[in-house]
């Protein structure tokens, strides 16, 4: 059974700084990029930020750059979300997902599984 647990999100005020982890089971990691989506209040789904398979590339959208780090640990099934500098507009709930396609990794249509999201709040 695939499963995508995200974890480590919470209230901090802005300039906090939070890590996420994506927990993957249910399939090898290492064939799949792994990408970060937000969904704010009364908004759409958002690209954050996205990894090829190795780690090697990785995409940001232009809000996020300099201040989010997304990496990935193949051998623990593991993805991050460093977030640094946070700020209100950041106040989303943010969903791991995981891809075999071959479209552009900021396309959400592209992923094939989704975790159940977690939500971060940034007061100001």
């Known amino acids: 059974q695939v499963q995508l647990v995200e974890s480590g999100g919470g209230l901090v005020q802005a300039g906090d700084s939070l890590r996420l982890s994506c927990a993957v089971s249910?399939?090898?990691?290492?064939?799949?990029?792994m990408g970060w989506f937000r969904q704010g209040p009364g908004r759409e789904r958002d690209f954050v930020a996205g990894?090829?398979?190795?780690?090697?590339?990785?995409y940001y959208t232009d809000s996020v750059q300099g201040r989010f780090t997304i990496s990935r640990d193949n051998a623990k099934n593991l993805v991050y979300l460093q977030m640094n500098s946070l700020k209100p507009e950041d106040t989303a709930v943010y969903y791991c997902?995981?891809?075999?396609?071959?479209?552009?990794?900021?396309?959400?249509?592209?992923?094939?599984?989704w975790g159940q999201g977690i939500r971060v709040t940034v007061s100001s």
């Open positions: 990894i090829d398979y190795s780690g090697n590339s990785t």
């Open positions: 997902a995981a891809t075999t396609g071959f479209g552009h990794i900021k396309n959400m249509h592209v992923y094939n599984f």
């Open positions: 249910g399939f090898t990691m290492d064939n799949y990029r």
